[in-house]
């Protein structure tokens, strides 16, 4: 199997800044071989792929993130982050990553770390 541990969150102001980690187990191998993406879920809200890094290396963004956060990998530590920049209240979720494809996330979630932004 693969474990999925997320860290990181917190709370913070608007215009903040935080790190989250996600810390995978179970197959050193797959971690180089695959997609991984970060997702949100804000309360009776759908959970949303935020940010996806592919196996070359290239990134993507939703919309609402694109210029604020950032998707980076380690493949030593097989650890894939998420720095969040210029936080605003409506980035207030919960994060997730997971491994992704072209259709969706693949496998079994983690618990989540929660991430607030507010005065």
């Known amino acids: 199997q693969v474990q999925l541990v997320e860290s990181g969150g917190g709370l913070v102001q608007p215009g903040g800044s935080l790190k989250l980690s996600c810390v995978t187990s179970?197959?050193?191998?797959?971690?180089?071989?695959?997609?991984w993406g970060w997702y949100r879920q804000a309360p009776g809200k759908q959970r949303d792929l935020v940010a996806r890094?592919?196996?070359?290396?290239?990134?993507d963004y939703a919309d609402s993130v694109k210029g604020r956060f950032t998707i980076s990998r380690d493949h030593a530590k097989k650890t894939v982050y998420l720095q969040m920049n210029s936080l605003k209240p409506e980035d207030t979720a919960v994060y997730y990553c997971?491994?992704?494809?072209?259709?969706?996330?693949?496998?079994?979630w983690g618990q989540g770390t929660q991430v607030t932004v507010s005065s």
């Open positions: 179970g197959n050193i191998f797959s971690f180089s071989i695959v997609h």
């Open positions: 997971n491994r992704v494809n072209d259709l969706g996330p693949v496998g079994s």
């Open positions: 890094i592919l196996r070359d290396g290239s990134t």
